[in-house]
């Protein structure tokens, strides 16, 4: 009806299949309140751990077939598509590119990009691979370990290495081949996970799993990074194990958000106005390793899943000052360690 707000957004969590969970679920958000309700299982697929919608609403997931490994595709309506898979692991980041109609994967364990073409009804096509080469100093960096595959503001693929502390970005052709640009070498024993961009500066936040540290990146455009600060996300005084996980920024380029897995909190900063970072909060989620999580479409909530503990908590986000504030920690989603708008 003409005059009234919608205040309630679907959202979707991608889940480990280990215990109790089945695969896709969905929840509704009250935007207004962040109170969740209504948690439905969409999709049975094995260990869809990542999540991405294109546009006209089809879904990719990591996915696994006869035993092997990569990418799901289904419809608006959850029915599959099509797997690509191929021996060995499945993927563990999945994008779009609307631009060129085309999905992105990153292969933790085989150290691999992959790019696919996506057809008019949804499905998908492998179109192109990269395998990264090389290690690093820590115990977890003996191979390479590609969490991330997604577009920078001026659309070229960019890549973060967990195992060889690289950013690496390509130039994407529209049918889908790799041409490498660039690589940013991170601090050694970082362990680059994710990457987000400022959306106003020449500014990236590359959040670092092993030593849980956001490094503040000045982005020269084609590919290309330099060093402009390391701030940590943990109290001076921690000293057991912390993998760092999840980053967002909102939309107006004021606050940015990290998890803590292990300290099992939300770390809060202020952007300052030459991009670096101050924190200003570290608030407990009340739960064991959040692994994801998510501003609403209208960056009011947030909202936090948590992989071990099979909970979900959100929280108010007072947009002046970036602070968050618990409404409930009580919302169950089994082995949850993605979630998405739709």
Known sequence: MKGITFMTETLYFGTYTKKTSEGIYAADLDTATGLLSNLQLKIKEANPTYLAFDKSGHIYSVGSEN??????????????????????????????????????????????????QRASDGSLTLTDTDVHVGSGPHENQASPHVHYSDLTPDHFLVTCDLGTDEVVTYDVSVSGKLSKLATYQATPGAGPRHIVFHPSQKIAYLICELN?????????????FSLLQVISTLPENWDTFNGTAAIRISSDGK?????????DSI?????????TLGRIQLITTNGKIPRDFILSTNEKILVVPHQDSDNVTTFLRDQETGHLSEVQHDFTVPEAVCVVVK
């Open 67 to 116: 035993g092997e490994g990569g990418i799901a595709a289904f419809t608006a309506d959850g029915d599959l598509l099509n797997h690509v898979v191929a021996p060995g692991a499945p993927l563990c980041y999945v994008a779009v590119d609307e631009a060129r109609q085309l999905v992105y994967g990153a292969n933790y364990h085989k150290g691999e990009v992959s790019v696919y």
């Open 212 to 224: 849980s540290t956001i490094e503040v990146l000045i982005y020269d455009g084609v590919g290309r």
């Open 255 to 263: 606050f940015l958000y990290a998890s803590n897995r292990g300290h």
């Open 267 to 275: 770390a809060v900063y202020e952007v300052l106005a030459d991009g």
